[in-house]
């Protein structure tokens, strides 16, 4: 990516990154370190964390840190904006990329599965949106992007993340207006298929690979594509941008495909609420079992 934006584009800017030691939040903190920020990346896990922080301020020439932080908890994500504003003494840009789900079909999410994950995907990102705005970016504004998907037609075998990261869409809506008096522009990007790690363990048995081929632009998007549209969201390139929702999928949103398959079924009932335009009842639409399952 180097090269696409002006050398020290991001110089003196302070970043937080959640979900940040890899895949794409990694991505984006390595990109915003080749610009010059000085960047925090926060997950759960410590060492990604620690991996990632120092190899990005290896490379320089901002730097990297790194903060255990689980956004499902209040105090984390209090502390961990806490210790950014202390140490950096600013927070000019926010990605709320810290997220996940697994892979089910909506009849058998438990309780506790479609909690957690509408409790990391919303609550969490919600919580960080929320606690930077109130301790810094209220005063002296900013500019946040938050990591949604392609969710737009539904989210079959996803309900969990359909659901929340369409609730984070119109979020990112409703704070673009609200905070706009503030200085504080907010958009989302929603990536399509990229290939990470924990994608290629999301989607097991090569699923990934051979939903490539049918995408339209016939591969997946890197990490490192998304990280450019966040960057550009980020920038003074993007400043009059604020509510706006960035598909980095090669068009995968607008076309057919689906990684469900509907199976082959009758079980749509035929209509038979009034006759067609020739006067006359239309026949039945399909066979079999649909006949006699009418509402
Ligand atoms: C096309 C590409 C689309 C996008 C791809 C990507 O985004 S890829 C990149 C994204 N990266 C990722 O997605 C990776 C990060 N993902 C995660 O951290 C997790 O998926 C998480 C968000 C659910 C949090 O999990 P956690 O460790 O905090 O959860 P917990 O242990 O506290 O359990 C809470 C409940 O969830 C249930 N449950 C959990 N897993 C499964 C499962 N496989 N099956 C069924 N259920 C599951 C679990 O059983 C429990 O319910 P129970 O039994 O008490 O009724
Ligand atoms: N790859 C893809 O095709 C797509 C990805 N996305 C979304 O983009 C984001 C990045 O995905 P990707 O890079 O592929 O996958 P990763 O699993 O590598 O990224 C998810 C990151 O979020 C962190 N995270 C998860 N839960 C929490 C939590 N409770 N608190 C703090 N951090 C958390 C994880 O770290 P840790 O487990 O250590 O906390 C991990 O670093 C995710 O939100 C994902 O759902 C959206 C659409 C498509």
């Known amino acids: 990516m180097a090269g696409l934006f002006s050398p020290g584009l991001f110089a003196g800017k302070v970043a937080l990154v959640t979900g940040g030691g890899t895949g794409i939040g990694r991505a984006i903190a390595g990109q915003l370190v080749e610009l010059g920020a000085a960047v925090t990346v926060a997950a759960r896990r410590p060492e990604p964390l620690r991996q990632t922080a120092a190899e990005l301020t290896a490379a320089g020439p901002g730097r990297c840190h790194h903060l255990q932080a689980d956004i499902r908890r209040e105090q984390d994500v209090l502390r961990m904006v806490e210790t950014v504003l202390e140490r950096d003494g600013a927070l000019h840009l926010l990605v709320n990329n810290g997220g996940g789900q697994f892979v089910s079909p909506a009849a058998d999410i438990s309780r506790n599965g479609w909690r957690a994950v509408i409790e990391t995907n919303l609550t969490g990102t919600f919580t960080v949106c929320q606690t930077a705005h109130r301790l810094h970016m209220r005063q002296h504004g900013g500019a946040v992007v938050n990591i949604i998907a392609d969710m737009f037609r539904g989210f079959p075998l996803m309900a969990h993340t359909g659901a929340s990261r369409a609730a984070v869409e119109n979020l990112t809506r409703t704070l673009a207006v609200e905070w706009a008096h503030d200085g504080v522009r907010v958009n989302a990007v929603a990536p ?6 924990s994608a290629a363990a999301n989607y097991a048995d090569g ?7 049918e995408l339209p632009a016939r591969r997946c998007g890197t990490t490192h594509e998304v990280a450019a549209a966040v960057c550009f969201l ?25 990684l469900h398959r509907v199976p082959a079924h009758d079980r749509l009932p035929p209509y038979r609420g009034r006759a067609g335009p020739t006067g ?11 006949r006699d399952r009418e509402w």
């Open 280 to 290: 006359r009842a239309e026949p039945a639409a399909g066979s079999g079992r649909s």
């Open 192 to 197: 399509g298929v990229i290939y990470s790690a």
């Open 234 to 258: 980020l920038s003074p390139g993007a400043s009059y941008v604020s509510g706006a929702t960035l598909r980095v999928d090669g068009a995968a949103s607008l076309y057919a495909r689906q």
């Open 207 to 213: 699923l990934l690979e051979q939903c490539a081929g």
